[in-house]
């Protein structure tokens, strides 16, 4: 199985602050990563794929990058609204695998 | 407009069963690959099963065959059915298409005595 080892597990920052999560595989998975946020009690929100495409209608100061093992979320510039836990998931291999977790908090 | 429901969450006793449904509306299920994905309370992500457009399925090894996931393509909807069931089955169980884009608000199972 493919692990995905994410890190931090949580972190506080202040608004306007850049943020970056990493996600580590533990073989190559080429691009097919995803990362997705996750407000309590709401359903999990897809913002990258295949590492580093923006979903339509996520916001531009989320990025993604990274290829092989090693792979990275960036917020440019925190909001507010980004208060919530972010996941990365592989689905180069079976079983899917996802991080984590990292908790993101605003100061 | 893609909408995708679950049901069939409830409370169950340790080493009973369950079926979980899904029904889909705006897509037909044999056209997208389609997954469960749980979240034990306050804990993390983690993905269940899923069946591919061809009906090969796929498992989380923790599941050890005690889960199996189907579909039934006149309802346009996925199922699982879960057995053996133990109180760290319980979490909120989400049906979601494709690469996880479109996803149900879930349905609850609770294992317990």
């Known amino acids: 199985d493919i692990q995905m080892t994410q890190s931090p597990s949580a972190m506080s920052a202040s608004v306007g602050d850049r943020v970056t999560i990493t996600c580590r595989a533990s073989q190559g998975i080429s691009n097919s990563l995803a990362w997705f946020q996750q407000k309590p009690g709401k359903v999990p929100k897809r913002l990258i794929y295949?590492?580093?495409s923006l979903q339509s209608g996520v916001p531009s100061r989320f990025s993604g990058s990274g290829s092989g093992t090693e792979f990275t979320l960036t917020i440019s510039s925190l909001q507010p609204e980004d208060s919530a836990t972010y996941y990365c998931l592989q689905h180069s291999g079976y079983p899917r695998t996802f991080g984590q977790g990292t908790k993101v908090e605003i100061k | 407009e893609v909408q995708l429901v679950e049901s069939g969450g409830g409370l169950v006793q340790p080493g009973g069963s369950l079926r979980l449904s899904c029904a889909a509306s705006?897509?037909?299920?044999?056209?997208?690959?389609m997954n469960w994905v749980r979240q034990a309370p306050g804990k993390g992500l983690e993905w269940v099963s899923m069946i591919h457009t061809g009906g090969i399925t796929y498992y989380a090894d923790s599941l050890k065959g005690r889960f199996t996931i189907s579909r039934d393509n006149s309802k346009n909807t996925v199922y699982l059915q879960m057995s053996s069931l133990r109180a760290e089955d319980t979490a909120v169980y989400y049906c979601?298409?494709?690469?996880?884009?479109?996803w149900g608000l879930g349905t609850l199972v609770t294992v317990s005595s």
């Open positions: 705006g897509f037909t299920v044999n056209t997208y690959y």
């Open positions: 295949a590492a580093s």
């Open positions: 979601a298409r494709g690469d996880l884009l479109d």
